[in-house]
Antibody, heavy 117, light 110 residues
Framework: QVQLQESGPGLVKPSGTLSLTCDVS?????????WSWVRQPPGKGLEWIGE???????NYHPSLRSRVTMSFDKSKNQFSLRLTSVTAADTAVYFC??????????WGQGALVTVSS | QSALTQPASVSGSPGQSITISCTGT?????????VSWHQHHPGKAPKLMIY???DRPSGVPDRFFGSKSGNTASLTISGLQAEDEAVYFC??????????FGTGTKVTVV
């Protein structure tokens, strides 16, 4: 059974950098899957942030591309999200997920990140 | 890319059938069969229920049925059970090589 768990600071200051990590168990992040981040602002729908593959290929949502970086720590079997220059609009529950063939097989429970001074 | 449109809420009695719609455009739902449905109990990890419009992952009951017509995909839950009460959201691949999600539908078993 594959499990994903998001972790990171729950509060980030405006103009700062949001950093989240997704710990993966039950699967290797070096396997042939796409590792994704999705977010859900309070009271709103889900928004796809992007995905990354262990080969180094990344796909980011055009609206966030200039601020997003996704990376791996293969020694810890985890992948990460970095979002710079955050504003209140980036306040959301952030989910990590494992996907392939245009679908997500497994998700984390989500982590709330609030952008506030 | 605008969110896919879903009804905010749908309710039904135990044993009944309900259908949730997911309306997009020819650039997403209408243009690809890469439509998925997830079940989400708030605070827990979303669960994949349907993928590629009609396929069910192993372990998902055949009470869950997916379909598509034009720019609208649908999820039908037959033989509604109390455990089906959750938020359901659809998703689709898009012509921009991104993914777009539905607005989410809260299913209530009354």
């Amino acid at each position: 059974q594959v499990q994903l768990q998001e972790s990171g600071p729950g509060l980030v200051k405006p103009s700062g950098t949001l950093s989240l990590t997704c710990d993966v168990s039950g699967a290797s992040i070096s396997s042939d899957y796409w590792w994704s981040w999705v977010r859900q602002p309070p009271g709103k729908g889900l928004e796809w942030i992007g995905e990354t593959h262990h080969s180094g290929t990344t796909n980011y949502h055009p609206s966030l591309r200039s601020r997003v970086t996704m990376s791996f720590d293969k020694s810890k079997n985890q992948f990460s999200l970095r979002l710079t220059s955050v504003t209140a609009a980036d306040t959301a529950v952030y989910f990590c997920a494992r996907g392939s063939d245009y679908r997500w097989h497994d998700w984390g429970q989500g982590a709330l990140v609030t952008v506030s001074s | 890319q605008s969110a896919l449109t879903q009804p905010a809420s749908v309710s039904g009695s135990p044993g009944q059938s309900i259908t949730i719609s997911c309306t997009g455009t020819s650039s997403d739902v209408g243009g690809y069969n890469h439509v998925s449905w997830h079940q989400h109990h708030p605070g827990k990890a979303p669960k994949l229920m349907i993928y590629e419009v009609i396929d069910r992952p192993s372990g998902v009951p055949d009470r869950f049925f997916g379909s598509k017509s034009g720019n609208t995909a649908s999820l039908t839950i037959s033989g509604l059970q109390a455990e089906d009460e959750a938020v359901y959201f659809c998703s689709s691949y898009t012509s921009s090589a991104t993914y777009v999600f539905g607005t989410g539908t809260k299913v209530t078993v009354v």
